[in-house]
């Protein structure tokens, strides 16, 4: 079981993650309401999303892996693990919802 420490930096880990997140993505707002006028529009922003969604997963598990080191536990690669799947979970239902959802082009406000 790991020390009140380990327990300190695995979750500062973690919630560590929406920022790497949000520094190579746009709001889940933004995705959901802004994909643009045209199917072809909302799919160039669906790949780049994706390839954002990726870059962020890679930068998060190098960081979980560096608080498991440091630890010597497990919790920190694990608890990172689960923040990125549930923001990609949230993330793809943003782009589900955009989809679904009223179209808007910025550049025709």
Not at 26 to 54: N, Y
């Amino acid at each position: 079981m790991p020390t009140a420490e380990g327990w300190g930096i695995a979750l500062l880990v973690a919630f560590e993650v929406p920022n790497l997140f949000s520094g190579l993505l746009p709001s889940l707002f933004t995705i959901s309401t802004f994909t643009g006028a045209s199917e072809e529009k909302a799919e160039h922003a669906k790949k780049w999303i994706r390839k954002g969604e990726v870059q962020a997963g890679v930068v998060s598990m190098g960081l979980g892996l560096g608080g498991s080191i440091v630890t010597r536990s497990p919790w920190p690669l694990l608890l990172t693990i689960l923040m990125i799947m549930w923001l990609g979970w949230q993330y793809e239902s943003a782009l589900r919802g955009a989809a679904h959802g009223p179209r808007m082009d910025m550049a025709n406000q």
